[in-house]
């Protein structure tokens, strides 16, 4: 049996870590995003798509005992990009957060 391929991960910005993240949130948004880079595709709760911000993005939503988390990756054809973590605390803030990310993804596709 051969080992599963798995697309690289590319940050662009932000860490999964604890602290910040709990050590179970920490290794549940591990495990998720190990499952994208497998070719998993993954719903909600976990995921939704964000078009406002671009094309195959998507929002991984993990929660930890004080913050919910907000990870925006984009679903690469050769590799999975996270464009930006952060703790959702309210609309305003997670509006200039998938802004910020989609600012990150066209700097990202303009440097290609």
């Not at 690289?8 to 050590?23: M, N, Q, R, S």
């Amino acid at each position: 049996m051969s080992p599963i391929a798995r697309k690289p991960l590319f940050v662009l910005k932000g860490e999964i870590k604890t602290p910040p993240f709990d050590t179970e949130a920490r290794q549940e948004a591990g495990e998720l995003i190990r499952q994208l880079q497998e070719g998993d595709s993954l719903g909600m709760p976990h995921s939704r798509p964000l078009p406002t911000v671009g094309s195959r993005c998507h929002e991984l939503r993990v929660k930890d005992s004080k913050h919910e988390w907000r990870i925006v990756y984009r679903i690469d054809p050769d590799a999975i990009l996270i464009a930006g973590i952060f703790a959702k605390t309210g609309l305003k803030m997670q509006q200039r957060e998938f802004k910020t990310a989609s600012k990150r993804l066209a700097i990202y596709d303009q440097a290609k």
